[in-house]
């Protein structure tokens, strides 16, 4: 997992993570609409183990009208791993001058989702194939 911090066009810092991780739930968030619908929903997901080995899963918003919602959707069924970015930026009563580490992101901020896609795979076939793997085709 990737981490940056960025600042917005009001010059307030925002945090950016990107990764790979298979999502794990999809579930909306807040109250239903008079049609019984939700306008957000909550994706998490769990994150590749890194060199430390420690879990992280990651829950970021979307709007159940962005094209990234469908894909969420499309990938909590599939369980394929997915390459993913999320955008940390804080509520608006939280002070700009407060630097963006120094929050609490569960409370002081909100995830976006700005990217979900399905991961690269290398699809090739091995040129040689072990003799294991002869004996699991009969």
């Given at each position: 997992?990737?981490?940056?911090i960025?600042?917005?066009?009001?010059?307030?810092?925002?945090?950016?993570?990107?990764g790979?991780?298979?999502?794990?739930?999809?579930?909306?968030?807040g109250?239903?609409?008079?049609?019984?619908?939700?306008?957000?929903?909550?994706?998490?997901?769990?994150?590749?183990?890194?060199?430390?080995?420690?879990?992280v899963?990651?829950?970021?918003?979307?709007?159940?009208?962005?094209?990234?919602?469908?894909?969420?959707?499309?990938?909590?069924?599939?369980?394929?791993?997915?390459?993913?970015?999320?955008?940390?930026?804080?509520?608006?009563?939280?002070?700009?001058d407060?630097?963006?580490?120094?929050?609490?992101?569960?409370?002081?901020?909100?995830?976006?989702?700005?990217?979900?896609?399905?991961?690269?795979?290398?699809?090739?076939?091995?040129?040689?194939?072990?003799?294991?793997?002869?004996?699991?085709?009969?």
């Amino acid at each position: 997992m990737r981490a940056w911090i960025e600042a917005d066009d009001a010059g307030r810092q925002f945090l950016s993570r990107a990764g790979e991780g298979v999502v794990v739930s999809v579930s909306p968030v807040g109250i239903a609409g008079p049609d019984g619908g939700y306008l957000f929903h909550l994706i998490a997901l769990d994150c590749d183990h890194g060199p430390s080995g420690v879990r992280v899963r990651v829950r970021a918003q979307i709007a159940t009208e962005d094209p990234l919602y469908a894909i969420g959707c499309s990938a909590f069924d599939d369980g394929r791993p997915m390459v993913w970015s999320v955008q940390w930026h804080r509520h608006d009563w939280v002070p700009a001058d407060l630097p963006i580490i120094s929050l609490d992101l569960a409370t002081d901020a909100v995830g976006r989702l700005v990217e979900l896609r399905l991961a690269d795979f290398d699809h090739q076939v091995p040129e040689q194939i072990p003799a294991s793997w002869e004996r699991l085709r009969s």
